[in-house]
């Protein structure tokens, strides 16, 4: 089974991040028997190898990126196959496209942290939450004047709670790239 990770906050090589080797280099080294950074937004896909838990090459991973790079933001861990299964929902069906800057998907990072109710838009109409499961909120981003909405800093002012934040068509991709079928 494979392993997608989303790092918050983190564009490769940047202060406190790693570059793409020292990122897949730390699950190599954890124990995976394949890691592949996708895109430079700190986004990676890992096999656990063979006697070794994901849990346990995600945590010596996550120990190995602070000590190397100082990484400092928290990561957000999913199955693909979840994933897969989260792109099937076809959650942005019957939207306008032409009325959104951007598809997005949130990953909240404590179990504990409970997702906000439905419907709920940002002051501005920026963001709009379209669809909450357990662990993600689903949303669209606008541009209203000069900038689109940022769903990630909207959620996190109302969550208070860190999170990070992908467009869709990057889990599509992930999917595409690394599911199973």
Same mark, same amino acid.
């Given at each position: 089974m494979r392993y997608a990770v989303f790092l918050r906050n983190v564009n490769l090589g940047r202060?406190?991040?790693p570059t793409r080797v020292q990122?897949?280099?730390?699950?190599?080294?954890a124990g995976a028997r394949e890691a592949s950074s996708f895109l430079t937004n700190g986004t990676l896909v890992y096999a656990p190898g063979d006697g070794v838990t994901a849990q346990t090459v995600f945590e010596g991973a996550y120990r190995d990126l602070q000590s190397v790079c100082g990484l400092r933001e928290p990561a957000f861990v999913?199955?693909?196959d979840y994933l897969a299964a989260l792109v099937a929902l076809d959650p942005?069906? @019957?939207i306008d496209r032409d009325s959104v800057y951007a598809f997005c998907v949130s990953f909240?990072?404590?179990p504990s942290v409970t997702p906000p109710t439905l419907p709920l838009a940002s002051a501005r109409?920026?963001?709009e939450l379209v669809r909450v499961t357990p662990g993600e909120v689903l949303s669209v981003s606008r541009q209203v004047m000069k900038a689109p909405g940022s769903p990630n800093a909207f959620l996190e002012k109302h969550l208070g709670s860190r999170l990070s934040t992908r467009e869709?068509?990057?889990i599509t991709r992930l999917v595409e790239r690394f599911?199973? @079928?």
């Open positions: 202060p406190n991040a990122f897949e280099q730390a699950f190599l080294r999913r199955t693909v942005f069906a @019957g909240l990072l404590d109409r920026d963001v869709w068509n990057t599911g199973q @079928g």
